[in-house]
Protein backbone atom coordinates (compact mmCIF):
# COMPACT_ATOMS: atom_id res chain seq x y z
CA UNK A 1 0.00 0.00 0.00
CA UNK A 2 1.27 3.40 -0.97
CA UNK A 3 1.90 5.53 2.16
CA UNK A 4 2.28 9.28 2.27
CA UNK A 5 4.55 10.69 5.31
CA UNK A 6 5.30 14.16 6.13
CA UNK A 7 7.60 16.53 7.96
CA UNK A 8 8.97 20.71 8.24
CA UNK A 9 12.45 19.44 6.84
CA UNK A 10 13.85 16.58 5.24
CA UNK A 11 17.32 15.75 4.37
CA UNK A 12 18.74 13.40 2.07
CA UNK A 13 22.15 11.68 2.60
CA UNK A 14 23.02 10.56 6.30
CA UNK A 15 27.05 11.12 5.80
CA UNK A 16 28.55 13.57 7.91
CA UNK A 17 27.19 16.59 6.18
CA UNK A 18 23.39 15.07 6.95
CA UNK A 19 24.41 14.17 10.23
CA UNK A 20 25.57 17.06 11.29
CA UNK A 21 23.01 19.17 9.68
CA UNK A 22 19.95 17.46 11.27
CA UNK A 23 21.85 17.44 14.97
CA UNK A 24 22.56 21.37 14.37
CA UNK A 25 18.87 21.93 13.75
CA UNK A 26 18.03 19.61 17.22
CA UNK A 27 20.25 22.28 18.96
CA UNK A 28 18.22 25.16 17.44
CA UNK A 29 15.39 23.75 18.14
CA UNK A 30 13.85 22.65 14.84
CA UNK A 31 11.96 19.81 15.27
CA UNK A 32 9.96 17.54 13.07
CA UNK A 33 13.10 16.33 10.88
CA UNK A 34 13.46 13.14 8.84
CA UNK A 35 17.14 11.95 7.76
CA UNK A 36 16.94 9.48 4.93
CA UNK A 37 19.54 7.36 3.36
CA UNK A 38 19.31 4.94 0.28
CA UNK A 39 22.45 2.47 2.24
CA UNK A 40 21.50 0.54 5.54
CA UNK A 41 21.81 2.36 8.99
CA UNK A 42 25.18 2.35 10.59
CA UNK A 43 25.33 -1.31 12.38
CA UNK A 44 24.20 -3.47 9.60
CA UNK A 45 26.91 -1.82 7.18
CA UNK A 46 29.33 -4.21 5.75
CA UNK A 47 31.32 -4.90 2.54
CA UNK A 48 31.09 -8.31 1.27
CA UNK A 49 35.15 -8.24 -0.27
CA UNK A 50 36.32 -7.77 3.13
CA UNK A 51 34.79 -11.74 3.77
CA UNK A 52 34.84 -12.94 0.34
CA UNK A 53 38.27 -10.98 -0.90
CA UNK A 54 36.87 -9.26 -3.79
CA UNK A 55 34.64 -6.95 -4.62
CA UNK A 56 30.85 -8.27 -5.61
CA UNK A 57 29.24 -5.22 -6.87
CA UNK A 58 26.59 -4.63 -4.33
CA UNK A 59 23.59 -2.47 -5.96
CA UNK A 60 24.19 -0.25 -3.11
CA UNK A 61 27.48 -0.03 -2.20
CA UNK A 62 28.17 -0.63 1.75
CA UNK A 63 31.81 1.52 1.37
CA UNK A 64 29.95 4.89 -0.04
CA UNK A 65 26.81 4.29 1.43
CA UNK A 66 24.40 4.17 4.41
CA UNK A 67 23.85 6.08 7.64
CA UNK A 68 27.54 7.32 8.02
CA UNK A 69 27.73 8.41 4.58
CA UNK A 70 31.24 7.08 3.13
CA UNK A 71 33.81 7.20 5.72
CA UNK A 72 30.93 5.17 8.10
CA UNK A 73 31.83 2.03 7.73
CA UNK A 74 35.46 1.88 8.43
CA UNK A 75 38.14 4.15 10.38
CA UNK A 76 38.63 7.31 9.25
CA UNK A 77 41.17 10.41 9.57
CA UNK A 78 39.92 13.91 10.31
CA UNK A 79 41.75 16.55 8.38
CA UNK A 80 41.43 20.10 9.45
CA UNK A 81 41.22 22.69 7.19
CA UNK A 82 42.77 24.51 5.09
CA UNK A 83 42.46 21.67 2.82
CA UNK A 84 39.95 21.88 0.83
CA UNK A 85 38.88 25.55 1.69
CA UNK A 86 36.47 26.52 -0.94
CA UNK A 87 33.40 25.78 0.88
CA UNK A 88 35.47 28.72 3.18
CA UNK A 89 35.66 30.84 0.74
CA UNK A 90 32.33 30.74 -0.83
CA UNK A 91 30.88 31.29 3.45
CA UNK A 92 33.33 33.71 4.07
CA UNK A 93 34.31 32.37 6.94
CA UNK A 94 37.72 32.05 8.09
CA UNK A 95 39.73 27.98 8.85
CA UNK A 96 39.93 29.10 13.03
CA UNK A 97 36.06 29.91 12.85
CA UNK A 98 34.87 26.91 11.20
CA UNK A 99 36.98 24.64 12.75
CA UNK A 100 35.86 25.67 16.18
CA UNK A 101 32.56 25.42 15.23
CA UNK A 102 33.42 21.68 14.04
CA UNK A 103 35.15 20.61 17.18
CA UNK A 104 32.45 22.38 19.86
CA UNK A 105 29.86 20.41 17.82
CA UNK A 106 31.61 17.21 18.03
CA UNK A 107 31.94 18.08 21.65
CA UNK A 108 28.72 18.72 22.13
CA UNK A 109 27.51 15.24 20.55
CA UNK A 110 30.60 13.37 21.86
CA UNK A 111 30.54 14.62 25.60
CA UNK A 112 34.49 15.13 24.86
CA UNK A 113 36.43 15.78 21.83
CA UNK A 114 39.84 16.27 21.82
CA UNK A 115 41.04 17.48 18.61
CA UNK A 116 45.16 18.55 18.04
CA UNK A 117 45.16 22.01 19.44
CA UNK A 118 48.44 22.64 18.30
CA UNK A 119 48.93 22.29 14.81
CA UNK A 120 51.93 23.55 14.16
CA UNK A 121 54.07 21.42 16.33
CA UNK A 122 53.83 19.09 13.24
CA UNK A 123 55.46 22.25 11.54
CA UNK A 124 59.39 21.36 12.22
CA UNK A 125 59.33 17.91 11.52
CA UNK A 126 57.30 18.38 8.46
CA UNK A 127 60.00 20.90 7.37
CA UNK A 128 62.95 18.19 8.37
CA UNK A 129 61.46 15.75 6.01
CA UNK A 130 60.62 18.18 3.44
CA UNK A 131 64.16 19.22 3.35
CA UNK A 132 66.06 15.70 3.46
CA UNK A 133 63.51 14.58 0.57
CA UNK A 134 62.98 17.80 -1.60
CA UNK A 135 59.41 17.25 -1.33
CA UNK A 136 57.45 20.29 -0.44
CA UNK A 137 54.65 20.95 1.99
CA UNK A 138 51.14 20.15 0.40
CA UNK A 139 48.76 22.77 2.90
CA UNK A 140 46.54 19.97 4.65
CA UNK A 141 48.14 19.39 7.99
CA UNK A 142 46.45 19.26 11.16
CA UNK A 143 44.90 15.58 11.23
CA UNK A 144 43.78 13.13 13.57
CA UNK A 145 42.92 9.23 13.10
CA UNK A 146 40.01 8.41 15.06
CA UNK A 147 37.47 6.13 15.01
CA UNK A 148 34.92 7.88 13.20
CA UNK A 149 31.88 4.57 13.78
CA UNK A 150 31.85 6.28 17.85
CA UNK A 151 31.58 9.51 16.15
CA UNK A 152 28.45 8.46 14.12
CA UNK A 153 27.53 6.00 16.48
CA UNK A 154 27.06 9.42 19.17
CA UNK A 155 25.04 11.49 16.55
CA UNK A 156 22.81 9.26 15.77
CA UNK A 157 22.04 8.53 19.86
CA UNK A 158 21.74 11.80 19.43
CA UNK A 159 19.27 12.55 16.73
CA UNK A 160 17.28 9.63 17.79
CA UNK A 161 17.06 10.40 20.90
CA UNK A 162 15.73 14.01 19.95
CA UNK A 163 12.97 12.47 17.85
CA UNK A 164 14.53 12.97 14.21
CA UNK A 165 13.03 10.05 12.04
CA UNK A 166 16.26 7.80 10.32
CA UNK A 167 15.06 5.70 7.02
CA UNK A 168 17.76 3.78 6.02
CA UNK A 169 17.24 1.82 2.96
CA UNK A 170 15.17 4.39 1.92
CA UNK A 171 16.15 5.21 -1.62
CA UNK A 172 14.63 9.18 -3.04
CA UNK A 173 14.30 8.72 -6.58
CA UNK A 174 12.49 12.49 -7.11
CA UNK A 175 11.33 15.42 -6.00
CA UNK A 176 9.01 17.84 -6.92
CA UNK A 177 8.53 21.42 -5.85
CA UNK A 178 5.43 22.42 -8.18
CA UNK A 179 3.53 24.20 -5.35
CA UNK A 180 0.59 23.56 -3.22
CA UNK A 181 0.70 22.54 0.48
CA UNK A 182 3.75 21.28 0.97
CA UNK A 183 7.31 23.17 -0.39
CA UNK A 184 8.73 20.15 -1.62
CA UNK A 185 7.47 16.29 -2.47
CA UNK A 186 9.74 13.49 -2.32
CA UNK A 187 9.19 9.84 -4.32
CA UNK A 188 10.83 7.11 -1.68
CA UNK A 189 11.73 3.84 -3.10
CA UNK A 190 11.43 1.33 0.09
CA UNK A 191 11.87 -2.03 0.03
CA UNK A 192 10.45 -2.69 -3.46
CA UNK A 193 7.16 -0.37 -2.84
CA UNK A 194 7.23 3.91 -3.37
CA UNK A 195 6.21 6.14 -0.88
CA UNK A 196 5.57 9.54 -0.58
CA UNK A 197 6.67 12.21 1.40
CA UNK A 198 5.40 15.91 1.54
CA UNK A 199 8.12 18.23 3.05
CA UNK A 200 6.47 21.33 4.42
CA UNK A 201 9.65 23.90 4.91
CA UNK A 202 13.14 23.15 3.96
CA UNK A 203 15.28 20.15 2.21
CA UNK A 204 18.59 19.54 2.60
CA UNK A 205 20.87 17.64 -0.43
CA UNK A 206 23.60 15.92 1.34
CA UNK A 207 23.72 13.21 -0.76
CA UNK A 208 27.92 13.27 -1.39
CA UNK A 209 30.00 11.06 -3.98
CA UNK A 210 27.36 8.47 -4.89
CA UNK A 211 24.30 10.72 -5.25
CA UNK A 212 26.64 12.89 -7.88
CA UNK A 213 24.70 11.95 -10.81
CA UNK A 214 21.46 11.99 -9.07
CA UNK A 215 21.86 15.12 -8.22
CA UNK A 216 22.97 16.54 -11.47
CA UNK A 217 19.97 15.02 -12.88
CA UNK A 218 17.80 16.84 -10.63
CA UNK A 219 19.53 20.19 -10.67
CA UNK A 220 21.12 20.49 -14.16
CA UNK A 221 19.74 23.74 -15.43
CA UNK A 222 21.00 25.28 -12.46
CA UNK A 223 24.22 23.39 -11.94
CA UNK A 224 27.59 24.85 -13.39
CA UNK A 225 30.19 23.20 -15.26
CA UNK A 226 33.39 23.47 -13.24
CA UNK A 227 35.26 26.50 -14.26
CA UNK A 228 38.63 24.19 -13.92
CA UNK A 229 38.39 21.00 -15.62
CA UNK A 230 40.47 18.76 -13.52
CA UNK A 231 41.11 14.88 -12.74
CA UNK A 232 43.26 13.29 -10.01
CA UNK A 233 44.94 9.87 -11.60
CA UNK A 234 47.39 7.99 -9.94
CA UNK A 235 48.54 4.89 -7.90
CA UNK A 236 47.69 3.16 -4.69
CA UNK A 237 51.17 1.52 -2.99
CA UNK A 238 50.61 -0.60 0.03
CA UNK A 239 53.58 -1.22 2.48
CA UNK A 240 53.90 -2.86 5.65
CA UNK A 241 54.19 0.67 8.45
CA UNK A 242 57.74 0.00 9.65
CA UNK A 243 58.42 0.53 5.56
CA UNK A 244 57.31 4.24 6.12
CA UNK A 245 59.03 4.59 9.84
CA UNK A 246 60.73 7.10 8.45
CA UNK A 247 57.78 9.50 7.95
CA UNK A 248 54.77 7.99 9.56
CA UNK A 249 56.19 8.97 13.52
CA UNK A 250 56.48 12.12 12.77
CA UNK A 251 53.45 12.66 10.65
CA UNK A 252 49.76 11.21 11.53
CA UNK A 253 48.83 11.68 7.56
CA UNK A 254 51.64 12.76 5.45
CA UNK A 255 50.94 15.19 2.62
CA UNK A 256 53.77 15.73 -0.10
CA UNK A 257 53.67 17.46 -3.66
CA UNK A 258 56.69 17.80 -6.02
CA UNK A 259 57.21 20.43 -8.42
CA UNK A 260 54.83 22.85 -6.54
CA UNK A 261 52.49 25.77 -9.07
CA UNK A 262 52.36 23.57 -12.02
CA UNK A 263 48.87 22.51 -13.05
CA UNK A 264 49.87 18.46 -13.09
CA UNK A 265 51.81 18.28 -10.18
CA UNK A 266 52.52 15.19 -8.51
CA UNK A 267 51.01 14.91 -4.30
CA UNK A 268 50.38 12.43 -2.34
CA UNK A 269 46.64 12.20 -1.51
CA UNK A 270 45.80 9.72 1.29
CA UNK A 271 47.98 7.48 3.76
CA UNK A 272 45.94 4.76 5.06
CA UNK A 273 48.05 3.56 8.23
CA UNK A 274 47.31 -0.10 8.80
CA UNK A 275 44.36 0.14 5.84
CA UNK A 276 44.17 -1.99 2.89
CA UNK A 277 43.17 -1.23 -0.33
CA UNK A 278 39.56 -1.86 -1.39
CA UNK A 279 37.35 -1.78 -4.37
CA UNK A 280 34.09 0.11 -4.69
CA UNK A 281 31.43 1.29 -6.86
CA UNK A 282 30.42 4.07 -7.16
CA UNK A 283 27.22 5.90 -10.15
CA UNK A 284 28.30 1.81 -11.45
CA UNK A 285 31.70 2.66 -11.84
CA UNK A 286 34.68 0.28 -10.01
CA UNK A 287 37.05 2.36 -8.74
CA UNK A 288 39.75 1.75 -5.94
CA UNK A 289 39.89 3.46 -2.41
CA UNK A 290 42.66 3.04 0.68
CA UNK A 291 40.82 1.82 3.82
CA UNK A 292 40.75 0.70 7.25
CA UNK A 293 39.70 -2.33 7.35
CA UNK A 294 37.57 -4.17 10.00
CA UNK A 295 40.88 -6.26 10.69
CA UNK A 296 43.51 -3.65 10.61
CA UNK A 297 46.25 -4.62 8.49
CA UNK A 298 50.24 -4.47 8.50
CA UNK A 299 49.94 -2.68 5.68
CA UNK A 300 50.21 1.14 4.99
CA UNK A 301 48.61 2.54 1.58
CA UNK A 302 49.78 5.61 0.13
CA UNK A 303 47.86 7.41 -2.88
CA UNK A 304 49.91 9.10 -5.24
CA UNK A 305 48.51 11.27 -7.49
CA UNK A 306 48.61 13.57 -10.18
CA UNK A 307 46.11 16.23 -11.14
CA UNK A 308 45.32 16.52 -14.76
CA UNK A 309 43.90 18.92 -16.91
CA UNK A 310 41.05 17.33 -18.62
CA UNK A 311 39.89 20.47 -20.14
CA UNK A 312 37.81 19.50 -23.37
CA UNK A 313 38.35 15.57 -23.04
CA UNK A 314 36.42 15.55 -19.87
CA UNK A 315 33.59 13.62 -21.24
CA UNK A 316 35.88 11.38 -22.87
CA UNK A 317 37.51 10.85 -19.45
CA UNK A 318 34.12 9.71 -18.05
CA UNK A 319 34.26 7.10 -20.95
CA UNK A 320 37.01 6.12 -20.09
CA UNK A 321 36.52 5.13 -16.56
CA UNK A 322 33.44 3.39 -17.81
CA UNK A 323 35.05 1.06 -19.97
CA UNK A 324 38.27 0.83 -17.69
CA UNK A 325 35.92 -0.25 -14.46
CA UNK A 326 34.68 -2.99 -16.26
CA UNK A 327 37.55 -5.20 -17.88
CA UNK A 328 41.03 -6.40 -16.80
CA UNK A 329 44.23 -5.04 -16.87
CA UNK A 330 46.67 -2.64 -15.63
CA UNK A 331 48.22 -0.71 -17.65
CA UNK A 332 49.18 2.44 -15.87
CA UNK A 333 50.55 0.58 -12.98
CA UNK A 334 52.86 -1.35 -15.79
CA UNK A 335 53.52 2.22 -17.12
CA UNK A 336 54.61 2.93 -13.94
CA UNK A 337 57.28 0.01 -13.37
CA UNK A 338 58.83 0.69 -16.37
CA UNK A 339 59.77 4.35 -15.03
CA UNK A 340 60.68 2.63 -11.53
CA UNK A 341 62.87 0.73 -13.89
CA UNK A 342 61.82 -2.56 -11.84
CA UNK A 343 62.47 -5.55 -13.75
CA UNK A 344 59.69 -7.97 -15.30
CA UNK A 345 60.23 -10.37 -12.18
CA UNK A 346 59.93 -7.84 -9.34
CA UNK A 347 56.95 -6.77 -11.14
CA UNK A 348 54.97 -9.83 -10.39
CA UNK A 349 55.94 -9.42 -7.06
CA UNK A 350 54.16 -6.43 -6.74
CA UNK A 351 51.27 -6.25 -8.33
CA UNK A 352 48.18 -7.44 -6.00
CA UNK A 353 46.55 -9.82 -7.79
CA UNK A 354 43.48 -9.44 -6.87
CA UNK A 355 42.78 -5.84 -8.46
CA UNK A 356 43.05 -5.84 -11.56
CA UNK A 357 41.43 -3.25 -14.61
CA UNK A 358 41.64 -2.68 -17.99
CA UNK A 359 43.50 -1.23 -20.73
CA UNK A 360 41.13 1.18 -22.03
CA UNK A 361 41.82 4.85 -23.47
CA UNK A 362 43.34 5.68 -20.62
CA UNK A 363 46.73 5.51 -22.26
CA UNK A 364 45.55 8.84 -24.08
CA UNK A 365 44.32 10.76 -20.98
CA UNK A 366 46.88 10.43 -18.56
CA UNK A 367 50.35 11.54 -20.08
CA UNK A 368 53.38 9.10 -20.51
CA UNK A 369 55.31 12.21 -18.95
CA UNK A 370 53.17 11.54 -15.38
CA UNK A 371 54.33 8.79 -15.15
CA UNK A 372 57.78 9.58 -14.59
CA UNK A 373 56.42 12.57 -11.80
CA UNK A 374 54.83 9.82 -9.71
CA UNK A 375 57.47 7.22 -9.42
CA UNK A 376 59.73 10.52 -9.12
CA UNK A 377 57.69 10.98 -6.17
CA UNK A 378 57.63 7.39 -4.77
CA UNK A 379 61.75 7.49 -5.53
CA UNK A 380 61.56 10.41 -3.15
CA UNK A 381 59.21 8.81 -0.22
CA UNK A 382 61.25 5.42 -1.00
CA UNK A 383 64.49 7.98 0.26
CA UNK A 384 62.63 9.13 3.36
CA UNK A 385 62.02 5.33 4.29
CA UNK A 386 65.43 4.20 3.75
CA UNK A 387 64.57 1.94 0.56
CA UNK A 388 62.31 0.21 2.13
CA UNK A 389 59.48 1.50 0.12
CA UNK A 390 60.34 0.24 -2.44
CA UNK A 391 61.90 -2.81 -1.52
CA UNK A 392 61.21 -6.00 -3.61
CA UNK A 393 58.72 -8.17 -2.48
CA UNK A 394 57.82 -5.84 0.01
CA UNK A 395 54.59 -4.11 -0.95
CA UNK A 396 51.97 -4.01 -3.61
CA UNK A 397 51.51 -1.41 -6.09
CA UNK A 398 47.88 -0.76 -7.33
CA UNK A 399 46.38 1.26 -9.83
CA UNK A 400 44.81 3.77 -11.27
CA UNK A 401 43.50 5.46 -8.50
CA UNK A 402 40.73 8.40 -10.10
CA UNK A 403 39.48 11.61 -8.67
CA UNK A 404 37.63 13.92 -10.78
CA UNK A 405 36.28 17.15 -9.78
CA UNK A 406 32.67 17.72 -9.33
CA UNK A 407 30.54 20.04 -11.02
CA UNK A 408 29.10 23.15 -8.51
CA UNK A 409 25.47 24.03 -8.15
CA UNK A 410 24.92 27.61 -7.76
CA UNK A 411 24.98 28.27 -4.21
CA UNK A 412 23.77 31.16 -2.37
CA UNK A 413 26.72 32.34 0.21
CA UNK A 414 23.83 30.19 2.20
CA UNK A 415 24.22 27.18 0.63
CA UNK A 416 20.76 27.44 -0.60
CA UNK A 417 20.39 26.85 -4.56
CA UNK A 418 18.24 28.44 -6.52
CA UNK A 419 15.35 26.29 -5.69
CA UNK A 420 13.91 28.29 -3.00
CA UNK A 421 14.46 26.63 0.64
CA UNK A 422 16.36 23.54 -1.12
CA UNK A 423 19.82 23.59 0.63
CA UNK A 424 22.66 21.59 -0.33
CA UNK A 425 25.75 20.67 1.94
CA UNK A 426 28.58 18.46 2.12
CA UNK A 427 30.37 17.00 -0.77
CA UNK A 428 27.15 17.37 -3.01
CA UNK A 429 28.34 21.26 -2.92
CA UNK A 430 31.30 20.31 -5.03
CA UNK A 431 33.70 22.86 -2.63
CA UNK A 432 35.15 20.67 -0.77
CA UNK A 433 36.06 16.83 -0.05
CA UNK A 434 36.71 15.53 3.52
CA UNK A 435 34.85 14.50 7.06
CA UNK A 436 35.25 17.82 8.41
CA UNK A 437 34.43 20.45 5.49
CA UNK A 438 31.50 18.29 4.85
CA UNK A 439 30.46 18.43 8.78
CA UNK A 440 30.81 22.24 8.46
CA UNK A 441 28.64 22.64 5.57
CA UNK A 442 26.28 20.50 7.27
CA UNK A 443 26.19 22.97 10.46
CA UNK A 444 26.12 25.94 8.44
CA UNK A 445 23.37 24.52 6.46
CA UNK A 446 21.21 24.18 9.63
CA UNK A 447 22.04 27.92 10.59
CA UNK A 448 21.16 29.14 7.78
CA UNK A 449 17.75 27.64 7.64
CA UNK A 450 17.38 28.51 11.23
CA UNK A 451 18.21 32.23 10.29
CA UNK A 452 16.24 32.57 7.55
CA UNK A 453 13.06 31.46 9.38
CA UNK A 454 14.06 33.69 12.11
CA UNK A 455 14.93 37.50 12.29
CA UNK A 456 18.54 36.07 12.97
CA UNK A 457 22.24 36.40 10.84
CA UNK A 458 25.27 34.70 10.85
CA UNK A 459 28.57 37.32 11.08
CA UNK A 460 31.99 36.81 10.26
CA UNK A 461 32.46 35.00 13.19
CA UNK A 462 30.28 32.21 12.25
CA UNK A 463 28.09 33.36 14.98
CA UNK A 464 24.00 33.59 14.96
CA UNK A 465 23.17 37.70 15.75
CA UNK A 466 20.03 39.78 15.84
CA UNK A 467 19.23 41.13 12.11
CA UNK A 468 17.69 44.49 14.15
CA UNK A 469 20.97 44.94 15.67
CA UNK A 470 22.74 44.51 12.06
CA UNK A 471 25.51 47.20 11.56
CA UNK A 472 25.70 47.74 8.13
C1 LIG B 1 37.16 5.24 0.92
C2 LIG B 1 37.10 6.63 1.43
C3 LIG B 1 37.92 7.02 2.47
C4 LIG B 1 37.86 8.33 2.95
N1 LIG B 1 38.63 8.67 4.01
C5 LIG B 1 38.55 9.93 4.49
C6 LIG B 1 39.31 10.31 5.61
O1 LIG B 1 40.06 9.52 6.18
N2 LIG B 1 39.20 11.61 6.05
C7 LIG B 1 38.37 12.51 5.45
O2 LIG B 1 38.29 13.66 5.90
N3 LIG B 1 37.63 12.16 4.38
C8 LIG B 1 37.71 10.90 3.90
N4 LIG B 1 36.96 10.55 2.80
C9 LIG B 1 36.07 11.54 2.21
C10 LIG B 1 34.80 11.63 3.09
O3 LIG B 1 34.33 10.33 3.36
C11 LIG B 1 33.75 12.42 2.38
O4 LIG B 1 34.27 13.69 2.03
C12 LIG B 1 32.53 12.62 3.29
O5 LIG B 1 32.00 11.38 3.71
C13 LIG B 1 31.46 13.40 2.56
O6 LIG B 1 30.37 13.54 3.42
P1 LIG B 1 28.92 13.83 2.85
O7 LIG B 1 28.02 13.77 4.03
O8 LIG B 1 28.95 15.05 2.03
O9 LIG B 1 28.61 12.65 1.83
P2 LIG B 1 28.69 11.07 2.00
O10 LIG B 1 29.51 10.69 3.17
O11 LIG B 1 29.06 10.55 0.67
O12 LIG B 1 27.19 10.68 2.34
C14 LIG B 1 26.17 10.84 1.39
C15 LIG B 1 25.06 9.86 1.73
O13 LIG B 1 23.95 10.15 0.87
C16 LIG B 1 23.31 8.95 0.54
N5 LIG B 1 22.57 9.15 -0.71
C17 LIG B 1 23.08 9.48 -1.93
N6 LIG B 1 22.08 9.60 -2.82
C18 LIG B 1 20.92 9.33 -2.16
C19 LIG B 1 19.55 9.28 -2.55
N7 LIG B 1 19.14 9.54 -3.81
N8 LIG B 1 18.63 8.94 -1.62
C20 LIG B 1 19.01 8.68 -0.33
N9 LIG B 1 20.28 8.71 0.08
C21 LIG B 1 21.23 9.04 -0.82
C22 LIG B 1 24.45 7.94 0.40
O14 LIG B 1 23.97 6.64 0.63
C23 LIG B 1 25.44 8.41 1.48
O15 LIG B 1 25.32 7.66 2.67
C24 LIG B 1 36.98 9.25 2.34
C25 LIG B 1 36.15 8.86 1.28
C26 LIG B 1 36.20 7.56 0.83
C27 LIG B 1 35.30 7.15 -0.29
Redesign the pocket.
Known amino acids: MKKRMNCKVAI?????????CAAELISLGQRDIIL????PNLFARQCPALRKGQCTQCR?CS??????????L??????HFP?GSRILDHVGLTSEVANHKVDSFLSHIQGSFSPPRSYELLAPDLTRLTKEATLKQYLSIPLL?TD?HTIFKSMVTFLTLNGVTLLSD????DLENKGGNAEFTLK?AINGSTETLDVYESLVI??????ES??MKLLSPTIVAPTYDFVDVGVRIEVPNNAAEGILPLLQ?PKFKIRPGQPDEVRTL?W?RGGEI?Q?M?NGKMLI???FGSVFTKNTSVSIVSRVSANTKFSAFDKAIDHFSSKQSIPIVENLHRFLGLNHSKLHAIIEPKLKYDECHFRKIMDVGLYAKIAEMLFELNDISNGDLLKSNFGSVYGPVIDKFWPTPVLSGELESQIKNLYI?????GL????????F??LYAATSIYCKNSKFYINRDGLIRDSARRVA
Open positions: IGAGPAGLAIDKGILYSGVGGASGLGGKLCASMTNVILATGRSGWLDCCTGVDGHAGDATGRGIIQSISG
